[in-house]
């Protein structure tokens, strides 16, 4: 293994860029106009720089210092492969940066993505995201204003996390005048992708949207504060930790855990990889595939085994265990709407599924 402690003594290369410090403000118009990253993207971009700054004020932007710094992040910083690969993100743009600048730019030749490691991600079950939706919490007022409405637009929010599985930042950003709630649908626009995008919901949701937009400026943002301003995710994070342990949910709950619940549920369920990263807005398919190791290799292997030309060739049992979890997957036994019999033994599987009469 090499000791990354001597890489931090190297005897200085005579390079055009040496005492590096990249301008942040031209770098920012850089990767604004010519790179077309979306505003998160930018500011994570811009944030990082400023750690690679402080590293390479007295440094020369060389290959071999590039190598010394990647080797302080990951043996003395000890961060994790997601992490450097945030900083290999921000040297790529760099490299674009210094060619349009007319900057010796092979500071990052021969450099490859970290391995990632296995995400372990801890999802929240049906009966828990239920479990947090049943729970009250007492808002009094702030400077004289009655904020008991927060209660019921922290449930609509939660509500929204978890059935669209959006990032909480597109919630956060979404106008009124992007909801078409006769449609169910919502539409994200400046999204982290910087691509607009529409996701879709249920009546009982579209109920609780209108509820809280009715008789407001379509200009305004459909999830706001007790001032009327968008919601911190700080403050969000805060009342669903509370909201958690009133539900007896000893997991760590946070925003982007709805998203990755909602992402796990329909690839457990079956649904098509390519279309849940359409659904989450991921860019590349690969992206939802790196996100979701965390799923069972049995779930996988299940799905392989869906396709019609190989499933003619498996175990009819796999095809039944199959049919039997797809049926599950949709909690029959919470939906009052249905009546149902599920049968199985040794010839195979009887489903009977009926809508109850409405009275």
């Known amino acids: 293994m090499i000791n990354s402690s001597s890489y931090f003594h190297l005897q200085a290369i005579p390079s055009p860029l040496r005492g590096t410090m990249i301008d942040e403000k031209d770098f920012y118009s850089f990767i604004s106009t010519k790179e077309g990253l979306a505003d998160n993207s930018i500011k994570n971009c811009i944030k990082t720089l400023r750690h690679i700054n402080k590293w390479f004020f007295d440094k020369d ?23 450097l690969n945030a900083y290999l993100f921000v040297f790529r743009h760099l490299v674009s940066y210094c ?30 995201i239920e479990a947090i939706l049943e729970t009250e919490l007492a808002y009094g007022k702030f400077y004289g204003k009655d904020c008991s409405f927060l209660d019921f637009r ?23 005048k992007h909801l078409d709630l006769s449609a169910g649908r919502a539409i994200f626009v400046e999204t982290k992708t910087n ?55 000893t997991k760590r709950v946070y925003p982007h855990l709805f998203r990755h619940s909602f992402a796990t549920q329909l ?10 990263s359409k659904i989450l807005g991921h860019k590349d398919v690969r992206t939802t595939v790196d996100n979701y190791l965390h799923l069972a290799d049995e779930t996988l292997k299940e799905a392989t085994f869906m ?19 797809s049926f599950e997957s949709f ?29």
């Open 195 to 249: 691509e607009n995008r529409s996701v879709f919901f249920a009546e009982d949701l579209a109920s609780s949207l209108k509820k809280l937009t009715e008789g407001r400026d379509p200009e305004d943002l459909v999830f706001t504060n007790s001032l009327g301003r968008r919601v911190y995710e700080s403050d969000f994070s805060a009342q669903l930790k509370k909201r958690a342990i009133q539900a007896g949910i």
């Open 61 to 83: 932007l060389n290959k071999e210092n590039t190598e010394a710094f990647f080797l302080f992040l990951k043996y003395d910083k000890k961060l994790k492969p997601n992490t």
């Open 307 to 325: 396709h019609p030309l190989i499933r003619k060739n498996v175990d009819p049992s796999l095809t039944l265990k199959s049919v039997k979890k």
């Open 267 to 276: 690839l457990m369920s079956g649904v098509d990889v390519a279309v849940v």
């Open 99 to 128: 060619k349009d600048r007319g900057l010796p730019y092979d500071f990052l030749e021969g450099f490859k993505a970290f391995k990632k490691t296995k995400p372990d991600i801890i999802i929240l079950t049906l009966n828990e």
């Open 331 to 359: 909690h029959f036994e919470t939906d009052k709407r249905f009546r149902y019999s599920f049968n199985q033994d040794e010839k195979g599987i009887k489903i009977e599924l009926l809508l109850n009469q409405r009275s």
């Open 154 to 176: 922290d449930k609509t929010l939660i509500r929204f996390l978890a059935f669209t599985g959006c990032r909480f930042s597109e919630a956060r950003d979404l106008k009124i």
